[in-house]
């Protein structure tokens, strides 16, 4: 089955300490994104990638870091940097072409972290 | 920025009943897609619309990119408990081709 898994599904962290997601997908898409959300609230995105070895800030990037180094994998670290880390992360790909279909971006189950 | 605007914020609703929903824009989109999210889970996509006017439909879902480029609707039939959850629009950003505009959510009830 083709999808995107992310790991673990809730991760509890003290405050100060790095954390990495885990987000993988095996649907061969090239664009890969994170996105934060926190409770009764929409999405924001934090970083993305449209190919391996390269990726640009969203609109929330403080305080994370990511890296592509393979098609199928895009880790995303949260730091002691980040203010207020605990929430619900999603990430999602999408093909990368010029057509509206890469626009359409499919979401993996998302990661519940809490920093206490 | 761009801006998606969503109503109503909820809905209560009966089983059975139909529902609809919308999504505005000040600014005009050349996409509209719809996903429900599921408590706890990501969410899924749904719906996706290419032209204006066009209407498209997925089960007892069926969405409509309006005729300005500034909306969006989705309707759902006959709803059933399974349905509960929140819908959004999304839009891709102007001149990002990757990028999306996430609207505020519509969180749908069914009560039995």
């Known amino acids: 089955d083709g999808g995107i898994t992310q790991s673990p599904k809730y991760l509890f962290r003290k405050e100060g300490q790095n954390v990495t997601l885990s987000c993988e997908q095996n649907l061969n898409h090239d664009a890969m994104y994170w996105y934060r959300q926190d409770p009764g609230q929409g999405l924001r995105l934090i970083y993305y990638s449209q190919i391996v070895n390269d990726f640009q800030k969203g609109d929330i990037a403080e305080g994370y870091s990511v890296s592509r180094e393979k098609k199928e994998s895009f880790p995303l670290t949260v730091t002691s940097a980040q203010k207020n880390p605990t929430a619900f992360y999603l990430c999602?790909?999408?093909?990368?072409?010029?057509?509206?279909?890469?626009?359409?971006?499919?979401f993996g189950p998302g990661t519940r972290l809490t920093v206490t | 920025g761009q801006q998606l605007n969503q109503s109503p914020q909820s809905m209560f609703i009966q089983e059975g009943e139909d529902v609809s929903m919308n999504c505005t824009s000040s600014s005009i989109f050349n996409t509209w897609l719809w996903y429900k999210q599921e408590p706890g889970e990501g969410p899924v996509l749904l719906i996706a619309l290419y032209k204006a006017g066009e209407l498209t439909s997925n089960g007892r879902l069926t969405a409509q990119f309006g005729i300005t480029r500034k909306d969006s609707f989705l309707n759902i039939s006959a709803s059933i408990p399974s349905d509960v959850g929140i819908y959004f629009c999304?839009?891709?950003?102007?001149?990002?081709?990757?990028?999306?505009?996430f609207g505020t959510g519509t969180r749908l009830q069914v009560t039995l």
């Open positions: 999304a839009g891709p950003n102007t001149g990002t081709a990757s990028k999306l505009t």
């Open positions: 999602a790909s999408s093909i990368a072409s010029a057509g509206q279909r890469s626009y359409e971006q499919y």
